[in-house]
């Protein structure tokens, strides 16, 4: 499984805009990049993903590098609700059709949002 | 739309027993994953299942750790006997498959274990 790269902690002031980065330098053709977040005593949920353009939908955007071997997840606006674990997961498309995907969580990057 | 149910929330036992978590996932959802989230780090897959067929369980210690969906709905893992390393949070996800959301998995909020 390709592997990602993610800080291990960032800080941010409520209602500012937050970029999480996440390097994947050896991210293959067919790999997808999917974002989860985890919130404590939560379960991880999923937040957003693409392929090659980027993507924005409610809770996100996903800015794609067009060498695809890096992405950052931006958050808007934080607000105090943001503050978890956010993971960067590549996820092979072709695999997922084939017998129902996998996700491979890493670290992941602590989110910690000031008021 | 209700979401993937787990049970029970916490569950506190000696080393050597045995216990058993349940998962009801959401319905229709055909693919069903078990992780082992141990504090401090990212959940790690243990099994995977297919409606009721085992996809992946190759990260599974089958010497104490089983798992079956019977019917490819709800799904149950035991663990015996538990070993002081086996507490963490379980984790049940399951996905839709070869629909518009099956890129998304969906998980539980999960069942706390601690083993004394």
């Known amino acids: 499984d390709a592997k990602t790269t993610q800080p291990n902690s960032m800080e941010s002031n409520e209602e500012e805009p937050v970029h999480l980065p996440c390097n994947h330098s050896?991210?293959?053709?067919?790999?997808?990049i999917h974002w989860y977040r985890q919130l404590p005593s939560q379960g991880p949920e999923y937040v957003i993903h693409?392929?090659?353009s980027n993507v924005n939908n409610r809770m996100a955007s996903l800015a794609i590098a067009e060498d695809r071997k890096s992405s950052t997840l931006i958050l808007h606006r934080a607000t105090l609700r943001d503050a978890a674990v956010y993971y960067c997961?590549?996820?092979?498309?072709?695999?997922?059709?084939?017998?129902?995907?996998?996700?491979?969580f890493g670290q992941g990057t602590e989110l910690s949002v000031k008021p | 739309e209700a979401g993937v149910a787990q049970s029970p929330r916490y569950k506190i036992i000696e080393k050597r027993q045995s216990v058993a978590f349940w998962c009801n996932p959401i319905?229709?959802?055909?693919?069903l994953y078990w992780y082992q989230q141990i504090l401090g780090q990212g959940p790690k897959l243990l099994i995977q299942?297919?409606?009721?067929?085992?996809?992946?369980d190759s990260q599974l210690p089958k010497d104490r750790f089983s798992a079956e969906r019977l019917k490819g709905v709800d799904s149950t893992l035991k663990i015996q006997p538990a070993k002081l390393e086996d507490s963490a949070v379980y984790l049940c996800?399951?996905?839709?498959?070869?629909?518009?959301?099956?890129?998304?998995?969906?998980f539980g909020s999960g069942t706390q274990l601690s083993v004394l």
């Open positions: 996800a399951s996905s839709p498959f070869l629909t518009g959301d099956n890129e998304k998995l969906f």
């Open positions: 050896t991210i293959s053709g067919t790999d997808y």
């Open positions: 693409g392929l090659t």
């Open positions: 997961i590549l996820r092979d498309v072709f695999f997922e059709y084939n017998q129902g995907g996998k996700l491979i």
């Open positions: 319905s229709g959802h055909a693919t």
């Open positions: 299942f297919q409606n009721n067929g085992v996809v992946d």
